[in-house]
């Protein structure tokens, strides 16, 4: 099953991967992970799994066993952005609604077949960077600033 992988560094960067790994079948939420299970090329990483999604969109949560659906009765935070009817479009002060609750659809905190993205953090650092393994995705950002500078001049 090909995952679209998103790994992130506490530089803010974020580099995204289409990998097919079997290796991330059956690892939950929040567990760690070996860079060589997922790609040759980043041998000596570590990363955490710090979140996911399913083909539908339904994000997969923590506290949620399994990796079936499941409909849980979620507070406002991860899942739930929703205002309540009664307050309407129109933005007030408060930006979390008090006492609001709702039965939303997520998908269980274990990787399966169905789940299409995973976020992974990384803890530990290989012996190549990140840039340099994504060689592709760094020429881009700066191929947009130069054609940014020429047309400004």
Excluded: C, W
Excluded at 13 to 39: N, V, W
Excluded at 59 to 78: I, Q, S
């Amino acid at each position: 099953m090909a995952f679209k992988i998103n790994i992130s560094e506490k530089t803010g960067r974020t580099f995204h991967l289409d990998a097919e790994s079997e290796e991330l079948m059956g690892k939950k939420l929040h567990e760690k992970i070996l860079g060589k299970d997922i790609s040759p090329d980043l041998d000596g990483y570590e990363f955490e799994i710090t979140g996911a999604s399913d083909k539908a969109g339904f994000t997969a949560m923590k506290n949620v066993e399994g990796f079936g659906l499941k409909r849980v009765l979620l507070g406002y935070g991860k899942g739930m952005k929703k205002r309540s009817r009664k307050e309407g479009k129109k933005k007030r002060g408060n930006l979390k609604p008090e006492g609001l609750r709702l039965r939303k659809t997520v998908r269980g905190n274990t990787i399966s077949e169905d789940i299409i993205q995973v976020n992974l953090k990384v803890l530990k650092e290989g012996s190549k960077k990140l840039i340099e393994v994504f060689p592709e995705q760094n020429q881009k950002k700066e191929a947009a600033k130069a054609m940014e500078a020429k047309a400004q001049t």
